[in-house]
């Protein structure tokens, strides 16, 4: 970035609030506060006529609300980098948020030294979510992840994985499959790296994890 300040709009419909985060970003040096907007539409409006670098924005505000008016903005002026500022700790609100094109999301509770990281971090292209949140979505996010990949396995590969879960052996499986038990263990090595795993123990871990450890008719 230049040296130029940080332009910060912010759109939030509780003025002393608003005031605060104004007040609080006043301190440092390398930001300046453009323009407040306490609506969704205002905001959508504030943004086009300014173009800051940074959009705070409120996800709960009369109208239209956050994420529709950051949806717009996204859409209309990619330049300005949106960051969510809420007291919703909702990993779903959070998932609309960064599908709406935020590229950060701090719960209200922030100190003025992390809020203003925030900014700075977002501002230089960036993306920031309050810690207290992040680690709960990185495990989401490789859940959804194990998820898909269980997902991507052959119905055979899932019925063999399955009997894994259950703790039967290779030859146990072939056995039960009418297969030789070589081919179970060709299917096995398939299974483990689509899954991304090392061994069948841990295999078998994400199956029960997924309900694919349950009895399985023959």
Do not use: C
Not at 203 to 214: D, S
């Amino acid at each position: 970035m230049s040296d130029d300040p940080i332009h910060v709009l912010i759109a939030d419909d509780h003025p002393l609030f608003r005031e605060g985060v104004a007040q609080s970003l006043s301190y440092e040096a390398d930001i300046v506060v453009v323009g407040q907007a306490s609506t969704g539409e205002e905001a959508v409006e504030m943004a086009g006529e300014l173009l800051p670098d940074v959009l705070l924005l409120d996800i709960t505000m009369p109208g239209a609300g956050g994420l529709a008016a950051a949806a717009k903005i996204a859409s209309a002026w990619p330049v300005i980098r949106i960051i969510m500022l809420t007291v919703s700790e909702d990993q779903d609100d959070l998932l609309k948020a960064m599908k709406a094109g935020a590229r950060g999301y701090i719960l209200k509770g922030v100190s003025a030294k992390g809020l203003a990281t925030a900014v700075r971090t977002v501002a230089n292209g960036g993306a920031y979510i309050s810690p207290s949140l992040a680690g709960n979505i990185l495990f989401e996010m490789a859940h959804d992840e194990t998820e898909d990949a269980i997902n991507q396995l052959t119905e055979r590969e899932q019925e063999i994985l399955r009997l894994v879960a259950q703790g039967l052996t290779n030859r146990e499986i072939g056995e039960a499959l009418h297969l030789a038990e070589k081919t179970i263990k060709h299917y096995m090595t398939n299974v483990l790296q689509k899954l991304q795993v090392r061994s069948r123990v841990e295999a078998a871990l994400l199956a029960q994890k997924r309900g694919l450890g349950g009895e399985t008719s023959l």
